[in-house]
């Protein structure tokens, strides 16, 4: 769908903590004395054959590790590890997220990592490392998404250059690597033993048959089960979950691939349902299941509109609840309510009216039994930057929240795992067409889905929202 906002060009290399010209000599000394030969002769520069040595100082974890996590957010290919950062810019940042203390997800290869493996054997995890000390320090869950694999995993030339393109990231192991990148994720495994939660691979990339026309589910669903055997022998109580699945759409009057679960919004590709059947029938096991997806359709149509295309997120989750009998949490690894464009851009909608449309999703993700989900943070390093949650540290006065960062944490605070909602509370009839509400036993989020002042009374109180209105209301 275009929508992951990744710049495949910019590689991020980092040496933690140098201190001054001395340091920063060592550091250089230390990287070229880490240089091996690929299986080809080639020179890998720095690498290290020791990657499953644990990074840094861990955490402790105590306890056993939750199979939900609430509401979080991913790392994208910018986040408040850049690169040369604004120092109070960036404290600010780390601040903000220590006093959220919301999930957060790191991908092991693109979208802020560098190739983790570039020749069987030789790793390379700064960057990795970054993000992962960037979440220790703010007192947030890991989570890693065990996508992508490395060059030699899908017919690359070991030690050669790392082929950024959107084509080469997208593309899946082959099955005759399917056990190298188990082995792998056991070594990330190792290496950050505070990192409880995984999830295979993302979206299915590399594994749609063209010839076919439908998703190759048994050649994910190998490797997954390759994975979830790997990433169990490490330690036990490590939580596993897939299949990561796109519940794409198409509008209502089409008939190719359309399914029975549909509603005005669209109906879910069939070839989408069949995959995840597969995956749900013949796992090895699973602590969680995943999916994502967009309320809009494969041609990003809001259908009947923006606000009322969320109920998508109710009935595909629904859905999923229903094929694992209720018994696994329900992940969204990705939700989607604003098509960008062909850059991937979202900078036609207002802040207001981004936050309401948001904060519908989320109503309607809760509503459909929803326990987990994360917000793909859009962050660059611009000025502007539609939905990103801090503003960039690469500013003198970045790091600071906006508006979205301050609408996900406190939905997370007001609605985390287990929360019992009231399902009672009434919204008069003046304004219910075009109010939501979702609301617990002390508190009621109200959503104005116009852009004009909606009057209206909400459990027993009054109240005048403006447009496009996002309000916590304290139940008396």
């Not at 989020?445 to 109180?461: H, I, K, P, W």
């Amino acid at each position: 769908m275009g929508r992951h906002g990744w710049n495949p060009g910019a590689r991020r290399w980092r040496f933690a903590a140098l201190l001054g010209v001395g340091m920063t000599a060592l550091a250089l000394v230390l990287t070229m004395c880490s240089v091996w030969p690929g299986d080809d002769g080639a020179a890998v520069p720095g690498t290290t054959t020791d990657g499953a040595r644990p990074h840094g100082i861990p955490p402790s974890v105590s306890g056993a590790p939750k199979p939900e996590l609430g509401w979080g957010f991913t790392h994208t290919q910018y986040s408040a590890d850049d690169d040369t950062p604004v120092p109070a810019a960036r404290a600010r940042a780390e601040s903000l997220l220590a006093d959220r203390g919301l999930p957060q997800v790191q991908h092991l290869m693109g979208w802020g990592s560098d190739n983790p493996e570039p020749s069987p054997g030789r790793y390379r995890f700064d960057a990795m490392d970054s993000r992962i000390d960037l979440v220790r320090a703010s007192g947030g869950t890991p989570v890693v998404t065990l996508c992508c694999a490395p060059d030699w995993m899908k017919g690359g030339k070991p030690g050669a250059k790392t082929d950024w393109s959107p084509q080469a990231l997208e593309t899946a192991p082959r099955p005759e690597h399917y056990a190298d990148f188990a082995k792998l994720a056991g070594v990330v495994a190792r290496r950050y033993p505070d990192v409880k939660h995984f999830i295979v691979w993302n979206e299915f990339k590399g594994f749609f048959d063209d010839r076919a026309k439908r998703w190759n589910y048994e050649g994910y669903t190998e490797l997954y089960n390759l994975v979830h055997a790997e990433l169990k022998k490490v330690d036990a109580d490590i939580l596993v979950g897939g299949p990561y699945l796109v519940m794409d759409s198409h509008e209502p009057r089409a008939t190719e691939y359309a399914s029975h679960v549909k509603g005005p919004w669209g109906s879910i590709d069939q070839r989408s349902l069949d995959a995840f059947t597969y995956w749900n029938e013949h796992k090895a096991g699973a602590d969680f299941v995943v999916v994502d997806g967009s309320s809009y359709t494969r041609d990003d149509e809001l259908l009947p509109d923006e606000f009322r295309a969320t109920d998508k997120f109710t009935a595909v989750s629904r859905w999923v609840r229903e094929q694992t009998a209720n018994e696994l949490p329900l992940w969204w690894a990705e939700y989607y309510v604003e098509p960008g464009d062909s850059n991937d851009a979202r900078d036609d909608w207002s802040e207001p009216r981004r936050a309401a449309v948001h904060a519908t999703g989320m109503i309607a993700l809760a509503r459909g039994g929803t326990g987990t989900a994360f917000y793909w943070n859009p962050q660059n390093q611009g000025a502007r930057c539609a939905g990103c949650l801090w503003k960039s540290t690469q500013l003198a006065d970045g790091g600071r929240e906006l508006p979205m960062m301050a609408l996900l944490s406190r939905f997370a605070k007001e609605f985390p795992p287990g929360v019992r909602r009231d399902d009672t509370v009434a919204v008069a009839a003046a304004g219910a067409p075009h109010v939501r509400v979702l609301a617990n036993d002390r508190t009621a989020l109200v959503v104005n889905t116009l852009a004009r002042r909606v009057e209206t009374e909400v459990d027993g109180q009054e109240v005048d929202l403006g447009p496009y209105e996002v309000r916590w209301l304290t139940r008396r």
